[in-house]
């Protein structure tokens, strides 16, 4: 960086802190590492494998650990009671985000990334209510239909010699996404488009990182023109919004003539003319209120329902115990003859524990989408000052050892609570998808996708780790140790590319081997129209 914009920043900060530490503070601040002068916890901060870092101060500080960075108060929630108590029960001050300077630098804030980055108000409000009407626990049941018809095709695809699993996969969670928030297939567009949508969530997610972007902890650098030599957050930030608005508008052109609201007709009345009160206020540059809703679910929607699946393949392979019990369940349950239906998820206490175990097993969002506290709060004695951002430790929670045993391994059997002293286990869809006003509004979506791929797959294929030359199945390795909200699609990514690497005979990492002659029928036959 250079000298003069180092020296403009560090005066800033000066000014952030002392504004801060004349501030009277009547209780003490939760505990947590020691901060230097002016940029307070910088340099503690991790910018990534977020989660394990904050792990480790959970073990020093107990369940909420405070930090600064720049004078910006930060809170880290490591026990589940905390967000809890927090988020649910008090989440009428600590359900704001964050003011994202970035986001609104690419573009995202208040306009393209809708709902996940608005703050704590009426808009927002609004856009949870009509999200609710359209992707609710009795809503979803109208999108089965789409979910079995794109799992269907998956399975029909991995038939086909040399298919991209993991290709094949995403387009399939991509469709099923589009199909439900838009009622049509991108087509001849999907390629660019879940190109833009992943550049658009990795953006979107490191902008979350505290210290990764220096003008979120000073905002007067914003001003700064983008050409001057340190300003390279504002080029990346203009490059990321010219994707913004080539995915908002190419894809809002193509489906405003055929758009099929996922909300009923009164409520699109209703939505149209709150977008028109938006744009009269500002707040919305163009279009109508649905583009940013229905952008953000495809964004926010796609990598985490897809990681989750992949994720499922990647423990599959290396588990054939689970593989092998979940299939003599569907087999008896449900038979050879058809394919398994939502309809049977009850009747299935297995699978359902193993979607359980792969939900909480290294979870993709590990430490959550930041809050904000929009008032003062004080929790056991200790105050949190209005503004903190706030984080939850997910992936922490997912792996608490005074919870569970050997938390690092993959066990179904946990959720069947047969074991003694696993009674109070919570169920990972409690943790993984958020907590209180912002628990994520498509998780009952994400529910039933996740569960037609799984039994389907599983119905169907015998799922293996890929063979070398000599027909040995190397080990899935996995650099786990950078998970968190943005490396964890790496690592996901990385335990396929390890094998593409390798050029193993099939390079598609793993392999799916027909059940029977009458699985490959049934896939056949299935149907993938809607
Ligand atoms: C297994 C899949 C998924 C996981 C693990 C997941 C997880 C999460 C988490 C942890 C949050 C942050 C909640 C918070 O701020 O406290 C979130 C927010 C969100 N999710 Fe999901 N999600 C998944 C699938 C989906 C799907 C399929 C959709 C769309 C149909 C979706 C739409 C959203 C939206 C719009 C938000 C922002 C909500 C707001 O700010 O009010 N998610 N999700």
Not at 207 to 215: D, E, M, Q, S
């Amino acid at each position: 960086m250079d000298r003069p914009f180092v020296v403009l920043a560090l005066f800033g900060a000066a000014a952030l802190v002392v504004a801060r530490l004349t501030r009277r503070t009547r209780r003490p601040l939760p505990p947590g590492p020691k901060p230097r002068w002016i940029v307070g916890n910088l340099f503690d901060m991790p910018s990534d494998s977020q989660w394990m870092r904050f792990a480790e101060w959970s073990e020093l500080y107990g369940e909420i650990t405070y930090v600064e960075v720049f004078g910006q108060p930060i809170v880290i929630l490591n026990s589940l009671s905390a967000c809890k108590e927090l988020l649910e029960k008090r989440g009428a001050t600590s359900s704001g985000r964050p003011i994202g300077i970035m986001h609104e630098l690419m573009n995202m804030h208040k306009v393209r990334a809708g709902m996940t980055s608005m703050q704590d108000d009426p808009f927002w409000r609004y856009e949870r209510r009509l999200t609710h009407a359209a992707f609710g626990p009795q809503s979803v049941q109208e999108y089965y239909p789409i979910q079995e018809a794109q799992s269907v095709r998956f399975l029909q695809k991995l038939l086909e010699p040399d298919v991209n699993c993991k290709k094949e996969l995403r387009y399939a969670i991509g469709q099923t996404l589009f199909e439900v928030a838009y009622g049509l297939s991108p087509e001849q567009y999907f390629d660019e488009f879940m190109e833009m949508s992943d550049t658009l969530l990795r953006s979107f997610l490191e902008a979350t990182i505290p210290g990764k972007f220096l003008v979120e902890m000073i905002p007067f650098l914003r001003c700064f023109p983008s050409w001057l030599p340190g300003a390279g957050f504002k080029r990346y930030a203009e490059g990321v919004s010219k994707v913004s608005d080539r995915h908002s508008t190419i894809y809002f052109e193509m489906v405003k003539t055929a758009w099929k609201p996922p909300i009923p007709p009164d409520e699109a009345e209703e939505a149209l003319k709150w977008a028109a009160a938006f744009m009269y206020l500002g707040m919305y540059s163009t279009n109508m209120s649905a583009q940013g809703m229905t952008l953000v679910l495809r964004i926010a929607g796609i990598d985490t329902t897809d990681q989750t699946v992949a994720k499922f393949i990647i423990a599959i392979q290396t588990h054939p115990d689970a593989q092998r019990k979940a299939q003599e369940e569907l087999d008896r349950v449900v038979g050879t003859g058809r394919l398994p239906t939502i309809a049977d998820r009850d009747d299935l206490p297995y699978l359902q524990a193993l979607i359980k175990e792969v939900l909480r097993w290294h979870p993709g969002v590990a430490t959550g989408i930041p809050h904000r506290f929009t008032q003062d709060e004080v929790y056991k004695g200790y105050l949190i000052p209005k503004n903190t951002t706030q984080y939850r430790n997910i992936a922490r929670q997912a792996n608490d050892g005074t919870l569970l045993a050997r938390p690092d391994e993959f066990i179904p059997e946990r959720f069947l609570h047969t074991d003694p002293g696993f009674e109070s286990l919570p169920d990972p869809s409690e943790i993984v998808f958020g907590f209180g006003r912002r628990v994520c509004p498509g998780r009952h979506v994400a529910d039933g996708t996740v569960f037609l791929m799984i039994s389907r797959l599983l119905a169907t294929y015998w799922i293996s780790s890929p063979q070398d030359k000599d027909g040995q199945c190397p080990d899935v390795q996995i650099d786990w140790s950078g998970v968190d909200a943005v490396r964890y699609v790496h690592a996901v990514r990385l335990a396929y590319n390890a094998h593409e690497r390798a050029s193993y005979p099939n390079p598609m990492a793993p392999r799916f081997t027909p059940r029977s002659p009458g699985a490959i029928d049934l896939i056949k036959v299935a149907d993938t129209m809607l």
